[in-house]
């Protein structure tokens, strides 16, 4: 079991946190708060075999999509861990150097965000890439425990509660009590995986290829309408490839039709939450029937994604406060 006072007493002064996300990668240093924020990409030229950065964080969001030849965008990270261990160490040493570099900390000493259910490989490659980048690691920590800390759940009683946080690579669905994680699920997709199923839909449906980041603009509109009054159709205008005339192209479709692949996607995360609540004591039951469920990660603002886990359950669901940085705070309060 993974306990939050063991956090406390082992995190051996560590002077920064570092929430190293599938879209987004944050610092957190002490006594300064969140000193970067930036997407979670790279940029290398590969002409001799040996890839050169060429750009990471914010600068690359620009080139995702239209790089040719010798330039690669690279995600350091696919659903929640490490796939390219050179991009991750870059994107590091990027993150480093843009929020703590004018501080001159050599070495600073760091707690680290994984999902829950990261295998030992996959936290030992974090490990040595965060090393490689000139990091020391005090300590891993279980992100839904970190964003339960950074969304004040109460962690000290042995009430229980329920928390899915909602990323862009995993979606992970745990139990909560006396401080610890008592029950712990996930899928290994999140917001990204969304993009790709909308991008999917527009390909097959309407023979029309668009980029990931048309597809991420068409979520966050799909999803601010949903939010907002949405009594009144609307259709998005789409910009891509068209495969009927065999070239650039708009296309509008209506939201409507992109709920239907959103409601598919949430029905996945609401088969963990039930297997979850399946296999919840009867006790910690009843504590999360009267406190219901809180949502944190960027995906957590979805209100399709609440409304089908609150239909399906019966139970009350709210999404914290900037769920976004639900993680980051609470990786933050440790080290504080
Ligand atoms: N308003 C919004 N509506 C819907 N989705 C959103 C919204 N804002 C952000 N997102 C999505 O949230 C995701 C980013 O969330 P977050 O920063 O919590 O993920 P991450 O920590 O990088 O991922 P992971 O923890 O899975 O590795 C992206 O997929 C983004 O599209």
Redesign the pocket.
């Known amino acids: 079991m993974h306990q939050i006072q063991a956090f406390f007493t082992s995190r051996a002064d560590a002077e920064i946190a570092i929430?190293f996300?599938?879209?987004?990668t944050r610092i957190f240093l002490r006594g300064s708060g969140v000193v970067f924020e930036e997407p979670?990409l790279c940029c290398f030229r590969d002409e001799t075999g040996r890839p050169d950065l060429v750009a990471a964080g914010s600068e690359v969001t620009r080139m995702v999509d239209r790089t040719s030849g010798s330039l690669h965008i690279v995600r350091p990270?696919v659903r929640?861990v490490l796939n390219d261990i050179d991009a991750g160490r870059e994107l590091l040493r990027h993150a480093l150097r843009t929020g703590i570099g004018r501080r001159h900390l050599r070495s600073p000493r760091a707690i680290l965000g994984v999902p829950a259910d990261a295998t030992d490989a996959e936290q030992k490659a974090l490990i040595t890439t965060a090393q490689d980048a000139g990091v020391r690691v005090v300590q891993l920590v279980p992100?839904p425990l970190a964003a339960a800390f950074g969304a004040d759940v109460p962690m000290d009683g042995a009430e229980g509660s329920m928390l899915i946080?909602c990323?862009?690579?995993?979606t992970e669905v745990v139990v909560l009590s006396l401080g610890a994680l008592c029950l712990k699920r996930s899928v290994r997709a999140?917001?990204?995986a969304l993009?790709q199923a909308i991008a999917d839909h527009v390909h097959s449906k309407h023979k029309f290829r668009i980029g990931a980041e048309t597809a991420?603009r068409v979520?966050?509109e799909v999803?601010?309408w949903m939010a907002d009054d949405h009594s009144h159709p609307k259709d998005l205008q789409l910009k891509g490839y068209s495969l009927l005339s065999g070239g650039p192209g708009a296309l509008a479709v209506s939201a409507q039709e992109i709920i239907g692949v959103v409601d598919r996607h949430a029905a996945t995360i609401v088969d963990v939450v039930r297997a979850v609540l399946n296999e919840t004591p009867p006790e910690l039951s009843r504590d999360i029937h009267d406190r219901g469920i809180l949502l944190t990660?960027?995906?957590a603002?979805?209100s399709i994604l609440q409304h089908a886990i609150a239909r399906a359950t019966g139970l009350t669901t709210r999404v914290a406060q900037d769920p976004?940085r639900c993680?980051t705070r609470g990786l933050g309060r440790m080290v504080s």
């Open positions: 929430d996300g599938t879209a987004n979670s990270l929640g992100e946080e990323g862009a690579g995993t999140g917001g990204q993009n991420e979520k966050l999803a601010e990660g960027g995906s603002s979805i976004l993680v």
